[in-house]
Nanobody, 123 residues
Framework: QVQLVESGGGLVQTGGSLRLSCAASGRAFSNYVGAWFRQAPGKEREFVAVLKWSGDLVYYAQPVKGRFTIARDNAKNTVYLQMNNLKPEDTAVYYC????????????????WGQGTQVTVSS
């Protein structure tokens, strides 16, 4: 069993940056693939980024490629999402997830989820 808790969301202006954190407890996060998804109001939850256990393989959704960076610190049992050059269309609740398949981009592939953290980008 893995418990995930996200933090770092907030309100930022267009072009600003935020770093989200996802702290895991229970089993070691290093045993899992770590991913971020997001869900905007009235929309389906969509894939953002994923990285493999070792952190040396990553995959990003096209809308965030070049602006977002996913990374992990296994010693801290934490996965991060650095978000730069934020746009209003990035506004959503961001969720951390843990699974075993890389690179899985569908939410059904992930067994464990955090509660989400709100990111709002003002224009």
């Amino acid at each position: 069993q893995v418990q995930l808790v996200e933090s770092g969301g907030g309100l930022v202006q267009t072009g600003g940056s935020l770093r989200l954190s996802c702290a895991a407890s229970g089993r070691a996060f290093s045993n899992y693939v770590g991913a971020w998804f997001r869900q905007a109001p009235g929309k389906e939850r969509e894939f953002v980024a994923v990285l493999k256990w070792s952190g040396d393989l990553v995959y990003y959704a096209q809308p965030v490629k070049g602006r977002f960076t996913i990374a992990r610190d296994n010693a801290k049992n934490t996965v991060y999402l650095q978000m730069n050059n934020l746009k209003p269309e990035d506004t959503a609740v961001y969720y951390c997830a843990a699974g075993i398949t890389f690179p899985a981009m569908t939410k059904d592939a992930y067994r464990y989820w955090g509660q989400g953290t709100q990111v709002t980008v003002s224009s």
